[in-house]
């Protein structure tokens, strides 16, 4: 009854720049902590970005300064501003969020995921 749904992903050169979306949808009662992660090819899926319902944010040290996350709230969205991509940026980038239904514990979901491929 709940899903994620991303997009935005595409093919850049390095150096540019690219903005990811993700939408919730469902019967949806609360929304905690979102998040982007990604996993490269041939590698195991990594953390990219956190944010909390109140807006504090979190990391993976190699793209401090060039990703913003952020979320709406009202809306259930959550992007993800990509600027000064590298090759190394290449990977599916999965939407994963804390959701709980009405009377019922959060569950964890992720959406389908959305190639980022940046070419040298």
């Known amino acids: 009854q709940v899903q994620l749904v991303e997009s935005g992903g595409g093919l850049v050169q390095s150096g540019g720049s690219l903005r990811l979306s993700c939408a919730a949808s469902?019967?949806?009662?609360?929304?905690?902590?979102m998040g982007w992660y990604r996993q490269p090819p041939g590698k195991q899926r990594e953390f990219v970005a956190t944010i909390t319902s109140d807006g504090t944010t979190k990391y993976r040290n190699s793209v401090t300064g060039r990703f913003t996350i952020s979320r709406d709230n009202v809306k259930n969205t959550m992007g993800l501003q990509m600027n000064s991509l590298k090759p190394e940026d290449t990977a599916v980038y999965y939407c994963?969020?804390?959701?709980?239904?009405?009377?019922?514990?959060?569950?964890?979901?992720w959406g389908q995921g959305t190639q980022v491929t940046v070419s040298s």
């Open positions: 469902g019967s949806i009662f609360r929304i905690y902590t």
């Open positions: 994963n969020a804390d959701i709980s239904q009405r009377l019922s514990p959060s569950v964890n979901y």
